[in-house]
């Protein structure tokens, strides 16, 4: 079971890093993702970290300003976010993929998902 953690409140242009960790499960070959959902809004790939063979492109609706990464022996996974913006506030949510039915870069394909976590962007 994956558990995001780290959100919260911090002004605009502020930096946040979001954690999700995969204690009890294997996660290997998976693509791991971060969506977020805001009041109102389908839920959207934020970034993901997919498996080498897998060529499908992860979103980046925040242009550059989020960053995944990953530590394989703690079996966790990172968001680092930087230059806030207030439409950044939203549910966030890490989800793993296995590759049985969809590529990284398609939300239907993640079937594991962690419980979400608050991030909210205001002065």
């Known amino acids: 079971q994956l558990q995001a953690s780290g959100g919260g409140l911090v002004q605009p242009g502020g930096s946040l890093r979001l954690s999700c960790a995969a204690p009890?499960?294997?996660?290997?070959?998976?693509?791991i993702a971060w969506f977020r959902q805001a009041p109102g809004k389908e839920r959207e790939q934020v970034a993901c970290?997919?498996?080498?063979?897998?060529?499908?492109v992860c979103a980046d609706p925040a242009k550059g300003r989020f960053t995944m990464s990953s530590d394989a022996a703690k079996r966790t996974f990172y968001l680092q976010m930087n230059k806030l913006k207030p439409e950044d506030t939203a549910v966030y949510y890490c989800?793993?993929?296995?590759?049985?039915?969809?590529?990284?870069?398609?939300?239907?394909?993640?079937?594991?998902w962690g419980q979400g976590t608050q991030v909210t962007v205001s002065s």
């Open positions: 009890g499960d294997t996660v290997e070959g998976f693509a």
């Open positions: 989800a793993g993929n296995d590759y049985s039915d969809y590529h990284a870069s398609d939300i239907r394909g993640y079937h594991y």
């Open positions: 970290i997919a498996a080498s063979d897998d060529s499908s």
